[in-house]
């Protein structure tokens, strides 16, 4: 029965993203034939997307701390694909992902059109690239939210920053904010750590009909309460993690 329900959660969660991304396109289009910016437009439809498709999902979102207004530099640990609506929901924000998301079908063409920015992480060199268009993307009407962990895990622990995406605030003396994700399910459901974080070697489609099995998911966003900046970006990083790692809390296994 819990495979069944999850199966329209799905199909439900789907419908809604096509229509609230078509619903997005028009008006983009519209504000490009008028010469207007379409940021605050993109910003309006993905906060009621994050909020809602997550309802789909059966997940409820609870913010802590005080968000960050644009222009802001953030970083955050990384657990699932579903802290990207999550974020969104919070903040007016692009985020950084990696490149093969942007070959994903249907969902890769979504994520261009939305002004994500991709990184080939296999390639040092692609860093240098990618801290030029953050520095474009930084705005009045949005920020930037990175992962600098450079994968998801099973949120037991922090995993070291990266530096090499600092760039921009350490060129910039720009100030940089930091923030925390986790996740809980119900009593009945098994436990986050392995039905909503996506760290095992298992399929997004296999995956997600796991998240969508659970009766109840609640997604906890803790902001920091102060920003951060340095001259060295390693240093900078390493500022950040012991931060972040304050206000941690472990998705921790069921006894």
Known sequence: MRKIIATI???IFITFTIANYSFFAVGLMVAKLLGRNCEPW???CLKFWGKYSMKCLGVEIEIEGTPPEPPFFLVSN?????DIPVYYYALKTTFVAKLE???WPVVGFMARTLGIIFIDRENKLDVRRVNSIISSKINRNQGVVLFPEGRTSPGDQI???RAG???HPVEANFDVHYAVIRYETGESDPHARDSVCWWQDMSLLQHLLNLASNRSITARVAFGKK???HK?????AKKLQREAEKIFVPVQAKA
Do not use: A, G, T
């Not at 990384?78 to 579903?82: A, D």
């Not at 060295?232 to 900078?236: A, H």
């Open 227 to 229: 920003s951060i900046k």
């Open 159 to 161: 995993l070291r920053f």
């Open 165 to 167: 995406l600092l760039q």
């Open 9 to 11: 959660k799905i199909l």
């Open 232 to 236: 060295d970006r390693k240093v900078l």
């Open 42 to 44: 993109r910003n309006r």
């Open 78 to 82: 990384h657990l699932s694909y579903i």
């Open 101 to 103: 998301i942007k070959n």
